[in-house]
C-alpha cells in the first residue's frame, strides 16, 4: 500500500508542468538602481464632531441589595423613557454598567459592619444631535439620573475625511522628497513604496459643559468645537 501511493505521487508530480515546479516564490523586494530616501509625511484635516457619547446613570443606596438593586432598576426605566421620548433611538442606548456594592462602617478596633447597599445602573447614550444633548441630560436629571460622565465627542462617518487627510499627507511626502532631491542635486525618479501607519482622531479638549451666566439657572451645554484626523504615511522615493 504504502509503495502504491509513492508511486501515485510521485506520476502525480510527473503530470504537471515544468514551469509550475520550478516557478520560484514571489519577492516583493523592488530593488532601487539611484538613491534611497525615506520620508514620514503626515496630512491633517479638522471636523466638527457630530456624535456625543455620554454615560448617564443613577447609584442608590438601600439597607438590602434588593431593594438597591429594584429601586436603581425603577429609575433607570425613568430615564429610558425620556430618552425615547427625546427621540434617542434604541441603536443609540446601551448599557454600560449594572453593579452592586455591599458598604461597611469601619471603626476603630472594631470588625467592618455592614450598612447597606450601593446599585449602580449605567447606560451609554450616543447623541447624534450635539446642540439638544444638553437639553437631554438636564431631563435625565430631572427624570432620577444622578451619574452622568463624558462627553466623547466623535466623527460618526470620519473615512471621507481621512482619505483627504491621506491624499494631504500624499502630497506632502513628495514635495518633502523633492525638497531633498533639489538639495542633493539630484530628482525623484519614481515612488517605491507607500505604507500608511494609521488614521486617528486627535481628541479635543474636555468640552465646556455648564455655561453660567449670573446666579440664575442655565441649561447644560456641550461644545463641540472641532477635531483633528490626521493619517501618517512611510514613503521610500528612488533619487539619481
Known sequence: MKQALIAALALSAAMLPATALAQPAASITQSIAGTRLDVNATGEVTRVPDVAVITAGVVIRAATAGAAIQEAARRMERVRAALKRAGIADRDIQTSNVSLEPQYVYENNQPPKLNGYSATNQLSVRFRDIANSGKILDALVAEGANTINGPNLTIDHPEAALD?????????GRARADLYARSLGMRVVRVVSVSESGGYAVP?????????????????????GVQKLQVNLAMVFELQ
Do not use: F, H, Y
Open 204 to 224: 479635543p479638549p474636555m468640552p465646556m459643559v455648564m455655561q453660567a451666566r449670573g446666579e440664575r439657572e442655565v441649561d447644560t451645554r456641550i461644545d463641540p
Open 164 to 172: 483627504e487627510a491621506r491624499a494631504k499627507a500624499v502630497v506632502a
